[in-house]
């Protein structure tokens, strides 16, 4: 049973009945397709749950409306859906693409990852999307014959290319990854299952990304004006938002504030959905792939948007670089949080006493590089408020982070 009729999927759709199967062989189950086994997995996670009190942008204790990666993960799968659904695509696939992407982040956002990845640079450095892979295959034991959530070959590879192929055909690395190589996390998975680093992953895997550009681009202006880092009037600088200010303001004259900005937000998500669903519309016509396999041979990617509405993406991030994630209030907050997580990491590798129990057994055998993974792991499912509170316990003085 699908999310999607069988006779409304696209031919160029990932075919849950066709899926690569999982590394742990399963029954089939007679009510739920393989995909939605592998949402509903994500969802009853522990990991999924601590994404509730995991910094997006601001941290916790800044206030009760702004995003957690909670709240982000849910709009992303929301927006994910919507596009699966216009492209006659697999909606469960894109969806556990959506509810999993975020798996891997440390608590304090990009902050903790730059701590961790600083800490471990001795070690091959710290990936989000890496630590994904490894919660997912590894890292949540709930199941009594195997480690992780045993997801789907089609989920895996999706998790691992979110960003694209990280290797040439010849296996050589490329994009983001060019420069320090593929994270071994993903280059061990792949010796026990071949995800397949060189190809493009398939269409609802690209279009999963795409919800996430969506997502943090809006809700990161609505937070950012909710913290009165920037207005509406600075927003008029760039383009499209600009002009869907400007056409609210002509239907809506005197409206207040709060109703403005939903507005605002509503339909700049609907104007990108649109614009995307339209533009990998006109790729996927143009070069007609018959399976998802073709899809993933591709020369190029099949989910974009126009010329026209890439270049407002691009206006609208660097705004949001230079008026929010470089703000001086928010840069504070965060150099502060990078620092309770290197202040951690020091004290754990230092102190192996002071790591919980199922974490410490055995870290005394391993060489210097595992033992430092799982201190990274133990660091990277932590919640902000479990952080500040170990942070707390271990030293004399702990930042607020306000």
Same mark, same amino acid.
Not at 86 to 113: Q, R, S, W
Not at 273 to 298: F, G, H, K, N, Y
Not at 364 to 373: H, I, N, Q, T, V
């Given at each position: 049973?699908?999310?999607?009729?069988?006779?409304?999927?696209?031919?160029?759709?990932?075919?849950? /009945?066709?899926?690569?199967?999982?590394?742990?062989?399963?029954?089939?189950?007679?009510?739920?397709?393989?995909?939605?086994?592998?949402?509903?997995?994500?969802?009853?996670?522990?990991?999924?749950?601590?994404?509730?009190?995991?910094?997006?942008?601001?941290?916790?204790?800044?206030?009760?409306?702004?995003?957690?990666?909670?709240?982000?993960?849910?709009?992303?799968?929301?927006?994910?859906?919507?596009?699966?659904?216009?492209?006659?695509?697999?909606?469960?696939?894109?969806?556990?693409?959506?509810?999993?992407?975020?798996?891997?982040?440390?608590?304090?956002?990009?902050?903790?990852?730059?701590?961790?990845?600083?800490?471990?640079?001795?070690?091959?450095?710290?990936?989000?999307?890496?630590?994904?892979?490894?919660?997912?295959?590894?890292?949540?034991?709930?199941?009594?014959? #195997?480690?992780?959530?045993?997801?789907?070959?089609?989920?895996?590879?999706?998790?691992?290319?979110?960003?694209?192929?990280?290797?040439?055909?010849?296996?050589?690395?490329?994009?983001?990854?060019?420069?320090?190589?593929?994270?071994?996390?993903?280059?061990?998975?792949?010796?026990?299952?071949?995800?397949?680093?060189?190809? #493009?992953?398939?269409?609802?895997?690209?279009?999963?990304?795409?919800?996430?550009?969506?997502?943090?681009?809006?809700h990161d202006i609505?937070?950012?004006?909710?913290?009165?880092?920037?207005?509406?009037?600075?927003?008029?600088?760039?383009?499209?938002?600009?002009?869907?200010?400007?056409?609210?303001?002509? /239907?809506?004259?005197?409206?207040?504030?709060?109703?403005?900005?939903?507005?605002?937000?509503?339909?700049?998500?609907?104007?990108?959905?649109?614009?995307?669903?339209?533009?990998?519309?006109?790729?996927?016509?143009?070069?007609?792939?018959?399976?998802?396999?073709?899809?993933?041979?591709?020369?190029?990617?099949?989910?974009?948007?126009?010329?026209?509405?890439?270049?407002?993406?691009?206006?609208?991030?660097a705004f949001l670089?230079?008026?929010?994630?470089?703000?001086?209030?928010?840069?504070?907050?965060?150099?502060?949080?990078?620092?309770?997580?290197?202040?951690?990491?020091?004290?754990?590798?230092?102190?192996?006493?002071?790591?919980?129990?199922?974490?410490?057994?055995?870290?005394?055998?391993?060489?210097?590089?595992?033992?430092?993974?799982?201190?990274?792991?133990?660091?990277?499912?932590?919640?902000?408020?479990?952080?500040l509170a170990e942070?707390?316990?271990? #030293?004399? /003085?702990?930042?607020?982070?306000?």
């Amino acid at each position: 049973m699908t999310s999607n009729a069988a006779s409304l999927r696209a031919p160029y759709a990932c075919d849950p /009945s066709q899926s690569r199967g999982r590394f742990h062989p399963e029954a089939a189950s007679r009510s739920r397709s393989p995909f939605r086994r592998d949402c509903d997995r994500i969802i009853h996670s522990t990991a999924f749950r601590r994404l509730k009190h995991k910094t997006q942008v601001f941290v916790f204790d800044e206030g009760d409306h702004y995003r957690t990666r909670l709240t982000h993960t849910l709009e992303v799968a929301q927006i994910a859906r919507a596009l699966a659904r216009a492209l006659g695509l697999d909606e469960d696939l894109a969806e556990a693409l959506a509810l999993a992407h975020d798996l891997g982040h440390p608590p304090f956002g990009h902050a903790g990852e730059r701590a961790l990845d600083a800490c471990l640079a001795a070690f091959g450095g710290f990936d989000h999307n890496a630590q994904t892979l490894r919660v997912v295959t590894a890292l949540e034991r709930r199941y009594p014959t #195997f480690d992780g959530l045993n997801l789907c070959w089609e989920t895996l590879e999706g998790l691992v290319k979110h960003n694209g192929p990280l290797t040439d055909r010849a296996g050589n690395p490329c994009g983001r990854y060019r420069v320090h190589g593929v994270p071994e996390t993903i280059r061990d998975y792949c010796r026990l299952q071949d995800l397949q680093l060189w190809s #493009f992953p398939s269409v609802e895997a690209q279009v999963a990304a795409f919800a996430d550009d969506i997502a943090y681009s809006a809700h990161d202006i609505d937070d950012g004006l909710r913290a009165e880092l920037f207005s509406l009037d600075d927003l008029a600088a760039v383009p499209l938002p600009g002009a869907i200010v400007s056409r609210i303001r002509a /239907s809506f004259p005197g409206l207040e504030a709060a109703r403005l900005v939903h507005e605002f937000i509503r339909r700049l998500i609907g104007l990108l959905i649109e614009d995307l669903v339209a533009e990998t519309a006109r790729r996927l016509a143009a070069q007609a792939p018959r399976s998802a396999d073709d899809v993933r041979q591709a020369a190029a990617p099949v989910a974009a948007f126009s010329p026209a509405i890439a270049e407002v993406e691009r206006a609208i991030k660097a705004f949001l670089e230079r008026r929010m994630y470089r703000h001086e209030r928010v840069m504070r907050v965060m150099d502060e949080a990078a620092g309770v997580v290197r202040d951690l990491f020091g004290r754990y590798d230092a102190h192996a006493a002071d790591l919980p129990p199922e974490w410490r057994d055995g870290l005394a055998g391993l060489d210097p590089p595992a033992r430092a993974r799982r201190i990274a792991d133990f660091i990277a499912g932590m919640t902000d408020r479990y952080a500040l509170a170990e942070h707390a316990r271990l #030293f004399d /003085s702990t930042p607020e982070l306000r």
